[in-house]
């Protein structure tokens, strides 16, 4: 570490980015910065940037990565190739959850599976918009055509592997397929745990997927029409590029990992970088995952959504989740060095 380098680092000079934009800052820290880094697993972390680091086409990382294949020590491998870099945009920090959900379905129509999973068809793939969620589910303009890819026997659970985007469903011979975001009719997403608490059913802080779920299944017809708020309606395709039983594929077109993938906005983040949670809440955490995914609603330097796994348990894990925190990207040295001001070099 040059002693220049080392000064700054002990004055905790906090400086702008000279790329980034006017009100992101960035610290540079040290590992000794991080609350529990000593305690991690580092070697499933490491597992875990392998699987994407390929990808990553920068010299620096491309050297990082051919050291990642066969580093005896995954805890030095971090410290000695990256440094820590805190980012920051002036928003509060927040971590939230997503999981992907698993549905009861069928590849042809029963009496118990009767709600289609669509492929999307190739007018709404030419349209700006398409038809509104209510016109899809009421019209017949999808009966007949050849574009349902299974059957699933719950609409909720349906409604909300839309929200997802990506799911597994689970076939009647114990196999399983798995479905990709395939499009959409183009119309904005409306909350309907934002419409709940706009008719008063619910405060702002009672309102969960589980939630939400519950009062739909207790008020059936209410509840399809409160389902139908919101207009927005997504397609599937089929995703056969990795087994069922892996975990879904992330927006670097690789299988992301239960608790060790977080989902983050990669205009402050790079995919593929590892990043330090030190979130708080009731179960705080203290875990290196790593950038392999990305959001409509990840937005900002200190955001993160964690992936929790397959399946209701890790449904309901990530659906409680809303804490504050702050995350730390590692980048490679020369990288973090580069983002300091010319000035102060």
């Not at 220049?4 to 910065?33: H, P, Q």
């Not at 990808?55 to 051919?66: E, F, G, M, S």
């Not at 995703?239 to 992301?256: D, E, F, L, W, Y």
């Amino acid at each position: 570490m040059t002693r220049w380098f080392r000064a700054l680092l002990c004055a905790g000079f906090v400086i702008t980015g000279a790329k980034a934009m006017s009100e992101t800052t960035i610290s540079v820290l040290d590992f000794s910065d991080l609350k529990g880094w000593a305690e991690d697993d580092h070697a499933a972390a490491l597992e875990t940037f392998r699987n994407t680091c390929g990808i990553l086409r920068a010299p620096d990382w491309r050297a990082i990565c051919r050291a990642a294949k066969d580093f005896p020590d995954p805890k030095k491998f971090f410290e000695l190739l990256f440094r820590p870099v805190l980012i920051e945009d002036g928003e509060k920090p927040l971590f939230t959850g997503y999981f992907e959900p698993e549905l009861d379905g069928s590849l042809t129509p029963t009496s118990r599976y009767r709600y289609p999973v669509y492929r999307m068809p190739p007018e709404a793939s030419r349209s700006h918009t398409w038809l509104s969620r209510r016109e899809i589910e009421t019209s017949g303009a999808m009966e007949g055509r050849g574009l349902e890819l299974a059957w699933v026997d719950d609409p909720v659970e349906l409604f909300f592997l839309q929200i997802q985007g990506s799911g597994r469903i689970h076939l009647p011979d114990g196999g399983y397929i798995r479905v990709g975001y395939g499009g959409s009719n183009g119309h904005d997403y409306r909350s309907i745990g934002v419409e709940l608490v706009r008719r008063g059913i619910y405060s702002a802080h009672q309102v969960s997927a589980q939630v939400i779920k519950n009062w739909v299944r207790r008020n059936p017809v209410e509840g399809q029409e409160l389902l139908r708020h919101n207009d927005s309606y997504v397609f599937f395709r089929k995703v056969t590029k990795v087994p069922a039983h892996k975990g879904p594929i992330g927006a670097m077109n690789r299988s992301v990992s239960a608790m060790r993938t977080i989902a983050v906005d990669p205009k402050y983040t790079p995919l593929g970088a590892p990043v330090w949670i030190e979130k708080q809440g009731k179960t705080p955490m203290r875990r290196l995952m790593v950038a392999q995914d990305t959001g409509s609603a990840i937005k900002g330097a200190q955001r993160a959504d964690i992936f929790f796994g397959t399946g209701d348990d890790a449904g309901r894990a990530a659906g409680h989740l809303k804490d504050d925190g702050r995350m730390i990207v590692l980048l490679p040295i020369q990288r973090a060095f580069a983002m300091l001001p010319e000035a102060i070099l």
